[in-house]
C-alpha cells in the first residue's frame, strides 16, 4: 500500500488567527503523533510569523483518512475553520 504524503503551508491572515494555533497546535499535534498510521507530522513556524510549515507523512490511505475524520470533528479543526492552507498529497510508493 503506497504512504500518503501531504506537504505546505498553513496561511494566517492575521496575528488572532496566528494566536488561535499557536494555543491550540500542541494539543493537535500530540493527538495526530499518536493516531495509528501516523509516521510523521510536523507543523513548524516559518521567518513570517503568520505561516506555517506542514509536513505529515500517513502509512496507508486508510491512516491518512481516519486522520483527516478526526481533524474535522476536533477543537483544531473548528478552531482552525477559516485559516488558509496550501496543502500537496500525493501517494508514495513503498
Not at 507543523?43 to 513570517?48: E, G, H, K
Not at 506555517?52 to 496507508?60: H, K, R, S, Y
Not at 470533528?73 to 485559516?83: D, F, L, R
Given at each position: 500500500m503506497p504512504r500518503i504524503q501531504l506537504t505546505g503551508?498553513?496561511?494566517?491572515?492575521?496575528?488572532?488567527?496566528?494566536?488561535?494555533?499557536?494555543?491550540h497546535l500542541p494539543r493537535h499535534v500530540?493527538?495526530?503523533r499518536a493516531e495509528s498510521g501516523c509516521i510523521r507530522f510536523d507543523?513548524?513556524?516559518?521567518?513570517?510569523p503568520l505561516v506555517?510549515?506542514?509536513?505529515?507523512?500517513?502509512?496507508?490511505a486508510e491512516a491518512f483518512r481516519a486522520h483527516q475524520e478526526r481533524v474535522a470533528?476536533?477543537?483544531?479543526?473548528?478552531?482552525?475553520?477559516?485559516?488558509e492552507r496550501k496543502y500537496t498529497?500525493?501517494?508514495?510508493?513503498?
Open positions: 503551508t498553513l496561511i494566517c491572515a492575521n496575528e488572532e488567527q496566528a494566536a488561535i494555533v499557536l494555543t500530540e493527538l495526530t507543523v513548524t513556524p516559518t521567518a513570517d506555517w510549515d506542514v509536513a505529515e507523512l500517513f502509512a496507508t470533528a476536533s477543537e483544531w479543526g473548528a478552531a482552525t475553520a477559516g485559516i498529497i500525493v501517494e508514495l510508493a513503498d
